[in-house]
């Protein structure tokens, strides 16, 4: 595109200057001929320069039709959530219709009979004495008797009293002392000759644990000024078998918390534990912890960091306790982290778990470190947790059973100590309640890679639990099924040669009816499938067994 430069004048404008350029050398000369000729110049009159009179213009503006067509608009804004604080509103409504507050009951009753030849006691009561102190009572009762196999029997009763009271100061304390007595009898013998038919008296087979319990505890039961928590409490017992073996155990427990701005805090605990078993001979063993931990609280994200360090016979232990998490979805939250502890395979803890061991053996701690990560969340109604881990577990706890006569005609464990290398699977799933009807489960899974030891002796790898819940008229009819599920138990056989016990399948089913208000009936039937289990080797479950009977609450 050709552009004209616009300082260039065009050739008729410069003919036009030239005339005008004439004209002013022209009159310039006149003048200057005409002022020397004459020098006297008369004004006869002023000149007064007028402006014509403007023509006024008269503007009416119209504005433009409007547009009456529907136009099409599209909005699109960015949602965010914002943390606003306000006073909430004080609403009064004029009516509204509530659903029917389900009755509190203070205490329960619950008493039934059974085969084979089995009695079951519950009573739970916990009220209030005045607006200070609640007082409470606990007691619980259930044996049985296979008469159809020798000695085949157990009975476990325990009561306990419990007391909270809360002072005007804003504290709180609580208190505690019970008694539990637990009989089983040995009812897998070593037998040299076991072609004759020996019977063994029950009260020479009998092997009782009594064990008598008391705690106490202090905390604040109030939000303190400074948002500072305490605590401190203790716990001892005294443990026993008819076997001359005893211990006695005593943990002090001190805690202090600080919250930051309610989304997060320091906490600080100290735990002494204490055990003193004797048997033929004295054992002392240990526990001191420290355990310093601090909690971040986010929208989306949350990070606890800390550590347990421990010390038992002069040795250090240094375990981590960290966690985090983070939400990525709604219903899907990523978690990994690390913890450890000390666990005291002491005669309370073994014969809880094993009660057919032998009393007399070497009571030691088992140190445990254990590295997880996994994913949970929330899906409709279900809650899942699933997560995958390795644990390193040193002076694990195994169980063999002694083939000798060492112990005379009872069959009994003997507690080994291994170091383990245990990768974890596990899984966890219920639901709330939809209909009245409710169902869960949990999966757990362990490979054991054992330093010395063949096989991971008495110790499960696999098991499962699930349940089927249905609550209905009006809360007064709730029926239940049960699955248990384990593998196979790895054990020496006669042989000395590594071998599994049966597995466990066990379904059960249940149902509790209230014909009114305070009275109704229960009735159980365990493990449908007759399933004669061996959880420790001679030693197999009751199989097929049901019990039924009166429940109160009131």
């Known amino acids: 595109m050709e552009v004209n430069n616009p300082i260039r004048p065009n050739s008729k404008t410069m003919k036009n200057l030239k005339y005008i350029y004439l004209c002013l050398v022209f009159g ?50 960015a949602s965010k959530l914002l943390n606003q604080e306000y006073d909430p509103p004080s609403i009064r409504p004029i009516a509204y219709k509530m659903d029917k507050l389900q009755k509190e009951y203070k205490g329960m009753a619950k008493l039934g009979a059974g085969t084979p030849s089995a009695v079951l006691g519950q009573l739970q009561y916990r009220g209030a004495v005045n607006r200070n ?100 409490g203790f716990d001892f017992y005294r443990l026993t078998d008819n076997y001359s073996s005893s211990e006695v155990g005593f943990k002090l427990n001190l805690k202090a918390q600080k919250w930051f701005k309610e989304k997060s805090y320091f906490n600080v605990d100290l735990e ?31 990070a606890k960091v800390g550590a347990s360090l421990g010390v038992s016979e002069d040795v250090f232990f240094p375990f981590p306790d960290v966690t985090v998490s983070y939400e990525i979805l709604d219903f899907l939250t990523v978690f990994a982290g690390a913890d450890g502890t000390l666990y005291k395979n002491n005669l309370n803890n073994t014969s809880a778990y094993n009660p ?131 593998n196979g138990i790895p054990y020496l056989n006669e042989l000395g040669e590594a071998d599994n016990l049966n597995a466990l399948f066990d379904l059960s089913v249940g149902a509790d009816y209230f014909f009114s208000d305070n009275i109704g009936v229960f009735l159980q039937l365990n493990n449908l499938a007759n399933n004669k289990r061996i959880r420790w080797n001679g030693y197999e479950n009751f199989g097929f067994n049901v019990i039924g009977g009166i429940n109160a609450r009131f």
């Open 272 to 302: 002494t534990d204490l055990t003193r078993f004797e048997d033929t001979t004295i054992q002392n063993l240990h526990n001191f912890f420290i355990k310093p931990a601090f909690l971040f609280q986010g929208a989306v994200f949350n």
């Open 356 to 486: 057919f061991i032998n009393t007399t053996f070497n009571i030691q701690n088992t140190s445990i470190y254990n590295f997880y990560a996994g994913v949970k969340g929330s899906v409709g109604v279900v809650n899942y947790d699933a997560q995958v881990g390795v644990k390193q577990a040193n002076d694990l706890a195994l169980f063999l059973d002694n083939p000798d006569l060492e112990n005379g005609f009872r069959r009994t464990f003997e507690v080994l100590y291994d170091t383990a290398t245990i990768f974890n699977i596990n899984g966890t799933i219920n639901t709330k309640e939809i209909n009245g009807i409710s169902f869960g489960g949990t999966v757990d899974l362990n490979t054991y890679s054992l330093a010395q030891a063949e096989k991971p002796w008495h110790l499960p790898t696999f098991s499962l639990n699930g349940f089927v819940t249905y609550t209905g008229l009006d809360n007064n009819l709730q029926v239940k099924a049960d699955l248990f599920m384990e």
């Open 133 to 232: 102190f609640i007082a409470g009572i606990e007691v619980d009762h259930l044996n049985g008797n296979n008469k159809k196999l020798d000695n085949q029997s157990f009975r476990e009763t325990a009561g306990e009293l419990q007391g909270t009271y809360y002072a005007k100061q804003g504290f709180q304390a609580d208190a505690s002392v019970g008694v539990d007595s637990r009989d089983y009898y040995y009812y897998a013998y070593n037998f040299i000759d076991t072609t004759q038919d020996l019977t063994v008296d029950k009260q020479d087979a009998l092997q009782r644990y009594t064990k008598f319990d008391l705690g106490a505890s202090i905390k604040n039961a109030e939000r303190t000024v400074l948002d500072f928590n305490y605590g401190m």
């Open 28 to 77: 310039m000369y006149t003048f200057q001929a005409t002022g020397q000729v004459n020098e006297d110049i008369t004004v006869k009159t002023k000149f007064e320069a007028k402006l014509k009179d403007a023509q006024k213009l008269e503007l009416q503006p119209r504005f433009p039709d409007p547009d009456t067509s529907n136009m099409a608009m599209s909005y699109e804004v």
